[in-house]
């Protein structure tokens, strides 16, 4: 059989790995916070016609490639996020022979829910 992804998480592997998930996903909302901050004030700046190069400039790019560090830990698990303000997470799975996702939200204790990998969160259903 075909299937979209190489890798597929039992619901036991997902809880495992759910701490260091949980420890990613507060990284990049606060990497994303930083740099919007960052972005707002280099925009500020530079509409007075400053040229802001140098300190500011690195810094934003150092916090722009903690981002894709921490999204790369992402991409290389097949773990997708799907919504970085709600903390909505997917990780490739198998039921019945068929791929789908098993979906986590931010606040949630566990994971619990799945869903097909088409239907996105409104088509979740207890796991």
């Not at 707002?40 to 300190?55: I, K, Q």
């Not at 097949?78 to 919504?83: A, E, R, T, Y």
């Amino acid at each position: 059989m075909d299937y979209r992804f190489t890798r597929h998480y039992t619901l036991t592997e997902v809880s495992a790995l759910l701490p260091q998930v949980r420890h990613w996903l507060e990284r990049l909302q606060d990497l994303r916070r930083e740099l919007a901050d960052r972005e707002a004030e280099l925009a500020r700046s530079m509409a007075t016609g400053a040229d802001r190069g140098g300190a500011e400039v690195s810094r934003w790019l150092r916090r722009l490639a903690d981002a894709q560090a921490v999204l790369r830990e992402f991409s290389q698990r097949q773990i997708q996020v799907k919504d970085l303000e709600r903390g909505l997470v997917d990780f490739p799975a198998l039921r019945e022979g068929r791929e789908v996702f098993l979906c986590w939200e931010q606040g949630e204790a566990e994971v619990a829910f799945w869903h097909e990998l088409d239907a996105g969160y409104a088509g979740r259903a207890r796991w």
